[in-house]
């Protein structure tokens, strides 16, 4: 037999419990038991589905940052073949410019002799 001493007006009594009453309470403790073991199994779905989300967020960051990185460096490359074709240009430009004046100067050197 199963009992609970409970105080009633400054008097101990005694209370005996049926056994449907404990199978009744046994099966509440179960379905609350289940009910958590449920909720916990919720948090750490949605726990788990966060943190790859998290993951994904990580990962997309990097690649923006790759992205924009690559796209820095093409245009430093274009910058850079830009300024080679303008002094290739300019180097030609001196060169001539520099041919011609020595080949006058030493036309005009050796004519007057």
Request: proline residues 0%; without cysteine; charged residues 25%.
């Amino acid at each position: 037999m199963h009992f609970d001493k409970v105080e009633m007006l400054g008097r101990n009594t005694e209370r005996f419990y049926t056994d449907s009453e404990i199978e009744l309470l046994i099966e509440e403790i179960r379905e609350a038991a289940h009910e958590a073991i449920e909720q916990a199994a919720g948090e750490a779905a949605r726990a788990a589905f966060l943190a790859s989300v998290e993951r994904e967020a990580a990962a997309l960051r990097e690649a923006q940052r790759w992205r924009v990185e690559t796209h820095n460096n093409f245009l430093e490359i274009q910058a850079a073949k830009t300024a080679g074709r303008k002094n290739a240009f300019i180097a030609a430009a001196i060169g001539i410019l520099s041919g011609l004046v020595i080949g006058v100067s030493g036309t005009l050197i050796i004519g007057s002799r």
